[in-house]
């Protein structure tokens, strides 16, 4: 069977860039194709598919890729100019790039939704283009004919499942997305600091951590990376002397970094799902977050964490004050996160792609 994978971009590191790392572990001869790469960045992560597995489109070779966020308006044409009637089945993991708007019609196309372009539809503050040039009538409506004209849309999470379905009328499908968990519950001593993994934008929501964090002068270690340095020098300004950042970490100096943390702080407004809480909790780490989104399906109030109710850092303080790290069980968070293994969502994902043959 051959399977092509049509994934964004590749210049930064997510949930989706994990979903995809496991989707290649699970088909290791499928061949990627992506609108744009960050070639440093692709030989550190992937070094599994680059560059004979790897397809890049006009972009890259035009040298365009510096341009990123501005290219937003050419995803549908940028997908168009490839060819997938070589292939029996193309997995698209769209979010921001909308690959799910590529044209197939031998091979099924399965989409995986990870988020819907939000700043398309008035979800998020318009993009710099956005502002001068209207362009997001023409990509709302490649999106909602990609969306409607295919029958094999997966999400990931419940609260994404009822986004499509009151937005665009479209029924989906979840399958939640590969969460790494340790092959055994992890001994963990519940020390010294706060913990967040995330990238560094601004729908991640870190500057309200920041806040609280300097209000209570407790310690908050700050795991990732961001593309926006504008965004990310203001994160350091704002911060006080108990905040560390420490940038990109391997998953094995992460799973160090788990052990000492009193807890893991999770705030997006409405994150589409969130796998890094799940990594924490899989660790015997609590999460506190808030009340929306994805968490509210992996976060059980006083089993694997608590909640602060409303979006703001005075809020998150008093829930930090109450909280007691004492009362989580480490083999009850690991238990709880192994809904949410490699293991199942391979196993979802290859009998979804075989009911089809």
Same mark, same amino acid.
């Given at each position: 069977?051959?399977?092509?994978?049509?994934?964004?971009?590749?210049?930064?590191?997510?949930?989706?860039?994990?979903?995809?790392?496991?989707?290649?572990?699970?088909? *290791?001869?499928?061949?990627?194709?992506?609108?744009?790469?960050?070639?440093?960045?692709?030989?550190?992560?992937?070094?599994?598919?680059?560059?004979?597995?790897?397809?890049?489109?006009? /972009?890259?070779?035009? !040298?365009?890729?510096?341009?990123?966020?501005?290219?937003?308006?050419?995803?549908?044409?940028?997908?168009?100019?490839?060819?997938?009637?070589?292939?029996?089945?193309?997995?698209?993991?769209?979010?921001?790039?909308?690959?799910?708007?590529?044209?197939?019609?031998?091979?099924?196309?399965?989409?995986?939704?990870?988020?819907?372009? !939000?700043?398309?539809?008035?979800?998020?503050?318009?993009? *710099?283009?956005?502002?001068?040039?209207?362009?997001?009538?023409?990509?709302?409506?490649?999106?909602?004919?990609?969306?409607?004209?295919?029958?094999?849309?997966?999400?990931?999470?419940?609260?994404?499942?009822?986004?499509?379905?009151?937005?665009?009328?479209?029924?989906?499908?979840? /399958?939640?997305?590969?969460?790494?968990?340790?092959?055994?519950?992890?001994?963990?001593?519940?020390?010294?600091?706060?913990?967040?993994?995330?990238?560094?934008?601004?729908?991640?929501?870190?500057?309200?951590?920041?806040?609280?964090?300097?209000?209570?002068?407790?310690?908050?270690?700050?795991?990732?990376?961001?593309?926006?340095?504008?965004?990310?020098?203001?994160?350091?300004?704002?911060?006080?002397?108990?905040?560390?950042?420490?940038?990109?970490?391997?998953?094995?100096? /992460?799973?160090?970094?788990?052990?000492?943390?009193?807890?893991?702080?999770?705030?997006?407004?409405?994150?589409?799902?969130?796998?890094?809480?799940?990594?924490?909790?899989?660790?015997?780490?609590?999460?506190?977050?808030?009340?929306?989104?994805?968490?509210?399906?992996?976060?059980?109030?006083?089993?694997?964490?608590?909640?602060?109710?409303?979006?703001?850092?005075?809020?998150?303080?008093?829930?930090?004050?109450?909280?007691?790290?004492?009362?989580?069980?480490?083999?009850?968070?690991?238990?709880?996160?192994?809904?949410?293994?490699?293991?199942?969502?391979?196993?979802?994902?290859?009998?979804?792609?075989?009911?089809?043959?």
């Amino acid at each position: 069977m051959k399977i092509a994978i049509a994934h964004d971009t590749l210049t930064e590191f997510g949930g989706a860039e994990r979903l995809l790392q496991s989707l290649l572990r699970l088909y *290791p001869d499928a061949h990627i194709y992506i609108a744009y790469m960050d070639r440093t960045f692709v030989r550190i992560l992937f070094p599994m598919i680059f560059p004979t597995l790897l397809h890049t489109s006009y /972009i890259q070779k035009m !040298k365009l890729s510096r341009w990123g966020y501005l290219l937003q308006p050419f995803a549908p044409l940028t997908w168009r100019s490839f060819n997938f009637e070589n292939y029996d089945v193309v997995i698209s993991s769209s979010s921001f790039y909308l690959s799910n708007t590529i044209r197939v019609v031998r091979p099924v196309h399965i989409q995986y939704i990870h988020s819907i372009p !939000k700043n398309i539809f008035g979800l998020v503050p318009k993009g *710099p283009i956005q502002r001068y040039i209207p362009y997001e009538g023409f990509l709302a409506h490649e999106y909602k004919m990609a969306l409607k004209t295919e029958a094999n849309v997966i999400t990931n999470s419940k609260h994404m499942q009822q986004v499509l379905k009151q937005m665009f009328g479209v029924a989906s499908r979840v /399958i939640y997305p590969p969460v790494k968990v340790p092959s055994k519950s992890v001994q963990h001593r519940r020390g010294s600091y706060y913990i967040t993994v995330s990238r560094l934008d601004n729908t991640k929501e870190i500057a309200l951590l920041i806040h609280a964090c300097n209000t209570l002068r407790v310690p908050l270690k700050i795991v990732g990376i961001g593309n926006d340095e504008q965004y990310v020098q203001y994160l350091h300004t704002i911060a006080g002397n108990t905040v560390e950042f420490l940038g990109f970490r391997s998953d094995t100096e /992460i799973q160090q970094l788990y052990i000492d943390a009193i807890a893991f702080l999770f705030s997006p407004h409405n994150e589409d799902f969130g796998i890094a809480p799940v990594e924490a909790m899989a660790h015997g780490v609590p999460v506190i977050a808030y009340y929306g989104g994805g968490a509210k399906e992996t976060v059980i109030e006083g089993k694997t964490g608590t909640f602060f109710y409303n979006h703001t850092p005075e809020s998150l303080v008093d829930t930090i004050r109450k909280f007691s790290p004492g009362k989580y069980n480490s083999k009850v968070l690991y238990s709880e996160s192994r809904k949410f293994s490699e293991e199942r969502f391979h196993r979802e994902i290859k009998h979804l792609v075989k009911s089809f043959f």
